[in-house]
């Protein structure tokens, strides 16, 4: 049996099995952090004269029990009529949580196996009389006090999610496209706004319906997530409803996933009025199939004839506003995208050729359109950097006669691999900009370790939109920044391809001069 107490001494739980099948549920603790325990300490009965194993001290760490009392019986036994049973307690052990300092020391020093050495202690066997004379208040107050200083020494801004980041490798990903995938996403949710204090990887032959990661590996992640308090844990895959549910059940912590991290950045990133009618309306529908579950618990009684029982739920009422929104939205992007086609009609009328710069987040487009024109493009070393497209008159040579003439370039919201589907939709408004213009500057950034990726990446989402975009031009961008064999296969691969440094200013005479025959051959293909 298990008997759980608090600091009071008063019992609060009492469950018949091991600390691990008794164990409370993670939504039912309290919320401590890092720097605190749960304030429960467990006191179990056991048939064997050992230790508390593996099995229990995980628990005890999931929970963040002040402490662990397992007490050993010995001569139990049944009466042969059932009348009850008889033993004593042999032995008793005391097992608690340590410091990450008395971790070390522990693993270095101790007999025990180092997993059990690495987050816990255990006493020596003690009698009854030695453990009552344990004063645990004292003991709690001495390990969160130490738990505090680490807390502390880690440096994590109090305002900034504290974030676990869980990947998964399936047989379809090389290992090289998922040690890519987790770097981008450690990415995604520094920009957000997160700090992330561990990865933790799983190798599947396929995900797991219910979880996406196999049973023992979500106990990891939760005792992980306990062991660093961390508050946040992030997946590098879309999760349904279901597995978000399940998975917050079991780990005890908020649980998103890869396309909630980026409508989150977009959420910040979006300044005009455009932008965050489409963010928004990316978020709503994103939110829509995920408001499920909640059940009885928000039902809405009401009296009267045909009013008695549950009534008209909650969830019901907030999934048909949000419906009612969704609608209202999409009808303001409608406009949006009538007048900006206007726009391009006025343009057409003059015209002025338009070039779209398009590529892969964080590529440099904002720093090349300023470069290029003076736009002062806000600019950063981050993830979506800018949503909101902006356009500008540029001059370039004419192609045949050398004399000077305008176009229009304008840069465009970053794509990014497997760019979430109703982000795709939510900014339709926007990327008409790319099939709407007459010709394509795909910029990429010659210094990540993935650019061939991330022109494969550009290319699949070019060629599912609905209108063939035009012609493209090829510009390989941060040459400053690599060595002489990155770009020797580069040229190869791309022997058309335009090499630049926009924050350096290289190339970009050069780059004036493609841009004017890319114009030439998509207003006369002849």
């Known amino acids: 049996m298990c008997a759980y107490l608090n600091r009071r001494g008063q019992v609060i739980r009492v469950g018949v099995g091991t600390p691990r099948q008794t164990q409370i549920p993670p939504l039912e603790l309290p919320r401590y952090g890092a720097e605190r325990l749960s304030g429960i300490r467990c006191i179990a009965t056991h048939l064997k004269s050992e230790p508390p194993n593996e099995v229990a001290l995980t628990a005890m760490a999931m929970q963040r029990l002040d402490a662990l009392v397992m007490l050993n019986i010995t001569g139990t036994g049944f009466t042969r009529r059932g009348g009850g049973a008889t033993g004593y307690v042999k032995e ?24 059990k050495a690495i987050y816990s202690s255990i006493s020596p066997p003690m009698s009854l009389d030695m453990l009552a004379e344990q004063d645990f208040i004292d003991l ?51 920009t957000a706004g997160g700090d992330v204090l561990q990865t933790v990887q799983q190798k599947r032959s396929r995900i797991h319906p219910q979880t996406v990661i196999g049973e023992g590996k979500v106990q990891e992640v939760a ?74 618990a928000m039902s809405r ?48 009328h003059q ?44 001059v370039i040579p004419h192609a045949d006669t050398n004399e000077p003439q305008e176009i229009l370039i304008t840069d465009t919201v970053g794509f990014i691999h497997e760019l979430p589907a109703s982000l795709m939709d939510a900014f339709r408004a926007t990327l008409e900009e790319v099939t709407e213009a007459d010709a394509l500057l795909h910029l990429v950034d010659l210094s990540h370790p993935a650019w061939l990726s991330h022109i494969r990446s550009v290319r699949e989402i070019l060629a599912a939109m609905p209108v063939t975009p035009g012609p493209a031009l090829v510009a390989f ?15 190869e691969e791309f022997p058309l391809a335009v090499f630049i440094s926009a924050s350096e200013r290289l190339g970009l005479e050069t780059l004036r001069l493609r841009l004017s025959q890319l114009i030439q051959y998509a207003v006369d293909p002849r």
């Open 140 to 190: 709690v107050e001495g390990l969160e006090e130490e738990f505090r200083r680490e807390f502390v020494a880690q440096e994590v801004d109090a305002d900034h999610d504290r974030v676990l980041i869980v990947g998964v490798m399936t047989d379809e990903l090389t290992p090289q496209q998922f040690h890519d995938t987790i770097a981008e996403l450690g990415l995604l949710v520094d």
């Open 351 to 394: 015209e002025v050729p338009s070039v779209a710069l398009v590529g892969y987040t964080n590529a440099g487009k904002s720093t090349l359109l300023n470069a290029l024109t003076n736009a002062e493009v806000y600019t950063a070393d981050q993830l979506f950097a800018t949503l909101d497209p902006t356009t500008r008159r540029l």
């Open 477 to 491: 961008n941060k040459i400053d920044q690599v060595d002489g064999e990155t770009l020797a296969i580069a040229r």
């Open 223 to 296: 005792l992980t997530a306990q062991t660093l308090g961390c508050n946040l844990v992030v997946f590098d895959r879309d999760l349904s409803p279901a597995q978000v549910r399940n998975l917050e059940a079991q780990i005890g912590v908020r649980v998103v996933d890869r396309t909630e991290v980026i409508l989150d950045i977009f959420a910040q990133r979006a300044q005009s009025r455009a932008g965050k009618l489409q963010v928004e309306l990316a978020q709503l529908e994103y939110m829509l199939p995920r408001l499920t579950g909640r059940g009885q």
């Open 301 to 348: 009684l009401g009296g009267g004839i045909g009013t008695r029982g549950p009534g008209e739920t909650k969830l019901e009422t907030e999934r048909r506003a949000i419906g009612r929104r969704i609608s209202r939205l999409q009808q303001e992007v409608n406009q949006l995208q009538a007048h900006r086609s206007r726009l391009r009609q006025r343009r057409q």
């Open 92 to 115: 008793a052990y005391l097992a608690h949580l340590v410091s990450d300092t008395k971790q070390l020391v522990a693993a270095q020093n101790s007999a025990l196996d180092t997993q």
